[in-house]
Nanobody, 120 residues
Framework: QVQLVESGGGLVQAGGSLRLSCAAS????????MGWFRQAPGKEREFVARITWSGSRSYHADSVKGRFTIARDNAKNTVYLQMNNLNVDDTAVYYC?????????????WGQGTQVTVSS
């Protein structure tokens, strides 16, 4: 069982920044891809970003490209989502996800989620 624990959510004003962190089970982190999804009230869950196990490649949704950056520190078994220039449309529960490999098409495990609220 892979355990994912997110942190770093909170309330921020529009234009501000937050950094989310996700700590993963040590034994699971080594060759896994990691990512972030989000779900806003009344909307479907959507992809935000993904990073390969080595960190050499990352992918971001068009809606966050240029504002959000995914990164990982394999020595700390942690993946991050740096969110800059936040706007009210970024308000959502953010979920850390784990993929068994870089080639997995769907997440294999989900974290419990962390709330991000952006005020105008």
């Amino acid at each position: 069982q892979v355990q994912l624990v997110e942190s770093g959510g909170g309330l921020v004003q529009a234009g501000g920044s937050l950094r989310l962190s996700c700590a993963a089970s040590e034994y699971a982190f080594g060759t896994s891809a990691m990512g972030w999804f989000r779900q806003a009230p009344g909307k479907e869950r959507e992809f935000v970003a993904r990073i390969t196990w080595s960190g050499s490649r990352s992918y971001h949704a068009d809606s966050v490209k240029g504002r959000f950056t995914i990164a990982r520190d394999n020595a700390k078994n942690t993946v991050y989502l740096q969110m800059n220039n936040l706007n009210v449309d970024d308000t959502a529960v953010y979920y850390c996800v784990f993929y068994y490999s870089d080639y997995s098409s769907h997440p294999d495990y989900w974290g419990q989620g962390t709330q991000v609220t952006v005020s105008s």
